[in-house]
């Protein structure tokens, strides 16, 4: 029964590697990876450096302050940064680099969907060496405009350095824009700003004229426009990646770096078309609830797919299991 329950495991490995994206292992960077620390079991956001080419920084959902840089070459740890002066995170789920050179940190989950009046980002310059190092990071208290909410996602724009935060439910969230500037003396306020899908992660482009939102079972690139969103969005065809959790751009602005939770996770390269972009208004996007759909746009369709694989694998290991566990029961 071993046996089989390995060569079953193998199998679904097998089945929920995204098809069609993969790249061979090699020496260039910015290529699909392994996260290969075993410390990372829950990589829960992604951003590439803007000081040593090829570095990914990651951290797991939990309340530990460590930062992990991932050499996209090797999938190795090449430096372990731990936080001091923030206290103790209590849900860390977002990374971002800004353009002002410092990496925020989104201390910003809250699974019980508002039972915190405040959640917090932290701040620190990105290391000009790349080792294992304690870093001083500043705290800042965030409260939202309508309310406590959940959320996984903060994305700092490349050229103004203002910060949005995207809220997270089933539904529908909201995108909320912080202050100009944040305040380490008093609260900052995030006032809703759009309306965006189902969200667990997003970045903007190095450019800064687009941002890229991502959930379980979409990902989508929408125009930027006056601080806006600018579109209604055009999926980027991401492959299915069990629990995606990551996404960002590199730092040439060709590609995306998607990225899940779990140990020895899979970070995949998905080229940028930039051919065909999306021409919808804003609140026309497939993905929004009660919106129309349009079956002839090719984006859509492989969104779909990636959809309808999901939700075949998930069904199919709920019958496997339970095919399982009658058979042991009969033993």
Same mark, same amino acid.
């Given at each position: 029964m071993r046996s089989?329950?390995?060569?079953? $495991?193998?199998?679904?490995?097998?089945?929920?590697?995204?098809? $069609?994206?993969?790249?061979?292992? &090699?020496?260039?960077?910015?290529?699909?990876?392994?996260?290969?620390?075993?410390?990372?079991t829950e990589s829960s956001g992604l951003a590439a450096s803007r000081a040593h080419p090829g570095i990914y920084w990651t951290h797991n959902d939990q309340d530990a302050p460590l930062i992990y840089g991932i050499d996209s070459r090797t999938g190795k740890t090449v430096a372990t940064l731990t936080m001091q002066g923030v206290g103790t995170p209590r849900d860390m789920e977002a990374i971002a680099v800004g353009p002002d050179g410092d990496i925020y940190v989104g201390d910003i989950g809250d699974n019980l969907d508002g039972s915190w009046d405040h959640v917090w980002i932290y701040r620190f310059p990105e290391p000009k060496v790349l080792k294992d190092q304690k870093v001083a990071a500043r705290q800042y208290v965030v409260k939202y405009a309508d309310g406590a909410r959940n959320a996984e996602a903060l994305m700092v724009h490349s050229?103004?350095?203002?910060?949005?935060?995207?809220?997270k439910n089933e539904d529908g969230g909201g995108l909320y824009e912080g202050p100009e500037r944040l305040s380490s003396s008093g609260t900052n306020t995030f006032r809703r700003v759009g309306e965006v899908p189902w969200v667990t992660d997003g970045a903007f482009s190095p450019d800064g004229g687009h941002l890229v939102l991502r959930g379980y079972l979409m990902a989508r690139e929408y125009a930027w426009k006056d601080g806006r969103l600018g579109d209604g969005g055009t999926s980027i065809g991401a492959p299915f990646q069990g629990q995606a959790e990551s996404v960002t751009y590199t730092t040439d602005g060709s590609a995306f770096m998607l990225g899940s939770e779990g140990q020895k996770s899979?970070?995949?390269?998905?080229?940028?078309?930039?051919? &065909?972009r999306s021409s919808q208004?804003? $609140?026309?996007?497939?993905?929004?609830? $009660?919106?129309?759909?349009?079956?002839?746009s090719p984006s859509a369709d492989g969104e779909k797919g990636n959809v309808t694989v999901g939700f075949l694998v998930l069904a199919g290991a709920f019958v496997v299991v339970f095919g399982i566990k009658r058979l042991l029961r009969r033993d």
């Open positions: 089989a329950l390995c060569a079953l $495991g193998a199998a679904a490995a097998l089945v929920l590697l995204p098809a $069609g994206h993969a790249r061979a292992e &090699g020496q260039e960077p910015d290529r699909d990876f392994t996260i290969e620390d075993s410390r990372v050229k103004t350095g203002r910060v949005y935060i995207a809220s899979r970070v995949v390269r998905l080229e940028r078309q930039d051919a &065909g208004k804003p $609140g026309s996007s497939p993905d929004t609830p $009660g919106a129309p759909q349009s079956p002839q």
